[in-house]
């Protein structure tokens, strides 16, 4: 059995090599490195993949969130409502700008943010709220968009763990993960989903001004060559990484779907184990998978780590301490008992390898080993 690993991008890469290598090859043969005509063709790409208007690439899912927030004109001060349990790029970019982070805690069974905890956190001074579609699974946008409407608040949606899923509304209409929103951002960090051989990240917008103002943002406010009308970052997808993006962008609903089944083998394989619960799909939005994430409820959970380490098992936790706990993030307050489902996501949560190239062998080794450990 070949080894396993969380992420095996060493077998998707020997599966495409000549298609990536010769794009790679293109590239250093024009000498085109930044802003190449590849960032445009994958620009438009994945515009038509999104189904949205405009794709503005930029350096990485961290940068897109900023220059989202700088597009939108959010103000120090301003509020912005997100969720205790992300990736800490979410808040980063917030306290930078000077913006007030209000954390909220998640929904325990989709680890996705709270529309009733948003609702309660709203106050005179909330501009935004900022969904992030975790492990995978869009978060429950139409509530969501809902609380915005009334309110006059900007919903901004990361999407960098959910590249390809859908959205499904309550007439059946379907819309991809980051189009939902005023602005969607997404990385294109090697382990994503669709993820490049090094950073990049991109914004996603409906809105044509949005567009033109987080395209001027990212490359230093300017428009016109040397004519500064923001105050911008340089921030910008290598042409290199484009290329790879274009090659990758093709194989994208294949390895979702592939992701797809390696959860639907795991969900199969732990029903019957009281101790385990598996992650849930809600009926509002298809999931890709990023992760699969398990919540363990007997208490050993770290143990369980271990002996599946023991048997050359990688496995995570996604994510070990809360937002409200981190030390940066002291400053803004928050008590322990505020966060009662983030407190006991982050004890009980494990994530298991999950990418488009695990095989049966693996997962039935990996599944035989887990219900092993609760015998
Ligand atoms: C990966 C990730 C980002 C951004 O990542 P970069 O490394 O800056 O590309 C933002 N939010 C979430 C939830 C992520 O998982």
């Given at each position: ?291 699969y994430t398990l919540r363990i409820k007997n208490g050993k959970r770290d143990e369980l ?37 983030t407190n006991a996501l982050c004890s009980e949560v494990l994530s298991l390898p999950m ?21």
């Amino acid at each position: 059995m070949r080894e396993i690993q969380m992420v095996d991008l060493q077998k998707q890469y020997s599966n495409i090599r000549s298609e990536i290598n010769d794009a790679i090859q293109k590239v250093i043969d024009s000498t085109a490195f930044i802003k190449g005509p590849e960032v445009t063709e994958f620009e438009k790409e994945l515009q038509d993949y999104m189904g949205v208007k405009h794709v503005v690439s930029c350096a990485n899912g961290t940068d897109a969130l900023q220059i989202a927030m700088m597009t939108l004109g959010l103000k120090p001060g301003d509020e912005v409502i997100t969720t205790d349990f992300t990736f800490i790029s979410t808040v980063e970019v917030v306290a930078l700008l000077g913006l007030k982070l209000v954390l909220v805690d998640p929904d325990p069974d989709t680890f996705n943010i709270s529309p009733e905890a948003v609702m309660k956190a709203v106050t005179p001074h909330t501009k935004a709220i900022v969904p992030v579609h975790l492990f995978g699974q869009c978060s429950d946008m139409e509530s969501i968009n809902k609380i915005a409407g009334q309110y006059g608040l900007f919903v901004i949606e990361d999407a960098a763990q959910s590249t390809g899923a859908d959205f499904i509304f309550s007439n059946g209409k379907k819309q991809k993960s980051g189009t939902i929103g005023d602005i969607g951002t997404t990385s294109f960090f090697p382990s994503k989903n669709l993820g490049c051989y090094g950073d990049g990240g991109a914004l996603y917008t409906n809105n044509e001004e949005f567009a033109i103002k987080a395209r001027s943002i990212a490359n230093h406010g300017m428009k016109i060559k040397y004519h500064h009308d923001h105050v911008g970052i340089n921030s910008r997808l290598d042409t290199v990484q484009a290329a790879i993006l274009r090659v990758k962008l093709k194989y994208l609903d294949k390895y979702n779907e592939a992701r797809r089944n390696a959860a639907d083998y795991y969900d199969k394989a732990f029903a019957s184990c009281p101790y385990i619960v598996s992650p849930r799909r809600v009926p509002w939005s298809t999931h890709i998978f990023h992760q699969y994430t398990l919540r363990i409820k007997n208490g050993k959970r770290d143990e369980l780590k271990k002996y599946l380490s023991e048997k050359k098992i990688p496995s995570m936790v996604y994510y070990p301490v809360p937002l409200h706990k981190q030390n940066a993030y002291r400053y803004l307050g928050y008590k322990e008992e505020d966060f009662p489902v983030t407190n006991a996501l982050c004890s009980e949560v494990l994530s298991l390898p999950m990418h488009p190239e695990i095989d049966t062998e693996q997962l039935e080794y990996i599944t035989q080993n887990v219900l092993k450990f609760f015998e």
